[in-house]
């Protein structure tokens, strides 16, 4: 019923039949060692010298799996995603970033405006005018006098300071 076999046995092999082909290329029929012209020359046809000449193959193409398609689908889909996203965000930001520059230029023609009144406005001839005018003041018609602080009093102002805090 069932048949044993013994065990890391091989059959014998047949006897060759042809000469077996040997797994190298062999180009022209130069010396071993020599240059070997390229594949697919006219010298490399047929057998050479005892050796057989091995024909290329043609390359075969492996299929991509269909899984292997999906999932490159799905990451160009994100990629392409992440980048109308992206090109959105940044559009949006140049947009709030000119807002800004628009306020920002607005604010410094505000300041510069501003400053220029002050300037007109704190003028010594115009507050001068305006302290005769209205208030009534005059101009000194005598210089200023001088006076000398006497060095014990300076010492007692520098004392009275100290005990009242400002």
Excluded: C
Excluded at 3 to 28: F, H, I, Q, S
Excluded at 89 to 103: F, I
Excluded at 108 to 117: K, R, V
């Amino acid at each position: 019923m069932w048949e044993r076999k013994a065990p890391n046995k091989r059959p014998p092999l047949p006897p060759p039949m042809e000469p077996t082909r040997e797994n190298r290329y062999v180009y022209g029929g130069g010396k071993q060692g020599a240059a070997a012209p390229p594949p697919g020359s006219a010298s490399g046809s047929g057998n050479v010298a005892g050796y057989a000449v091995r024909q290329n193959k043609h390359g075969v193409r492996k299929r991509m799996s269909t899984f292997n398609f999906i999932i490159g689908l799905f990451a160009i889909g994100i990629l392409v995603v992440l980048y109308i996203n992206n090109t959105i965000a940044v559009d949006g930001l140049t947009g709030e970033n000119n807002t800004l520059r628009r306020k920002k230029q607005h604010q410094l023609d505000l300041n510069a405006s501003l400053q220029a009144e002050v300037n007109k406005k704190s003028s010594l001839e115009r507050v001068g005018r305006i302290a005769v005018e209205r208030l009534g003041m005059q101009y000194p018609r005598e210089q200023p006098a001088v006076f000398e602080v006497p060095s014990d009093l300076r010492d007692r102002a520098t004392d009275v300071r100290g005990e009242f805090p400002q």
